[in-house]
C-alpha cells in the first residue's frame, strides 16, 4: 500500500496552496493510499470545528468535505507546537485529529516508501 505524508503550513492566506493540500490528501485516500495529513501554522485552525466551513474558494470541494475523507479514510494531525500557539487542545479539534509533535512527523516521513509532501 502507498504511503503519502501532507503537511499543510498555510491557512486562508493562502487559499490555493491551502486547497491543493487537502484536494491531494484527500484524493490519494479514497484512491486506497495510506494518507497522514498534517496541519500545521495557520492550517491548524481548520482542525477546530466550523473553521474549515469558512473557508471557500471557487471551483474547489468544500474544505470540510475533503477533511472529513482524510479523518475517515487516514488520519489527521495537528502540531503540538501550533496548537500550543494558538491555546488549543484535542478537546477543541474535530472528532478524530489529534495533536502529535514533531518526532512523530519525522518517523512517519522517514519510513521506507512513504512520500512526503509539503503545501
Keep these: 500500500m502507498q504511503e503519502l505524508v501532507v503537511k499543510v ?4 492566506e493562502a487559499p490555493e496552496r491551502t ?3 487537502f484536494t491531494v490528501a484527500s ?8 494518507v497522514s495529513l498534517w496541519l500545521t501554522g ?9 473553521r ?12 470540510q468535505e475533503l477533511i472529513g475523507l482524510v479523518i ?10 501550533c496548537a500550543s500557539r494558538r491555546d488549543l487542545s484535542e478537546e477543541d479539534l474535530i472528532d478524530g ?7 512523530v512527523f519525522a518517523e512517519e516521513i522517514l519510513r521506507d516508501g512513504v512520500q512526503a509532501l509539503v503545501y
Aim: proline residues 4%; glycine residues 10%.
Design 72 to 81: 475517515e479514510a487516514g488520519q489527521v494531525t495537528v502540531c503540538s507546537q
Design 19 to 21: 486547497n491543493q493540500a
Design 9 to 12: 503550513t498555510v491557512g486562508a
Design 27 to 34: 484524493a490519494a485516500a479514497t484512491a486506497g493510499a495510506k
Design 42 to 50: 495557520e492550517a491548524t485552525w481548520f482542525a477546530v470545528p466550523g
Design 52 to 63: 474549515a466551513e469558512e473557508f471557500t474558494l471557487e471551483h474547489a470541494a468544500p474544505l
Design 97 to 103: 485529529i489529534t495533536i502529535k509533535g514533531a518526532v
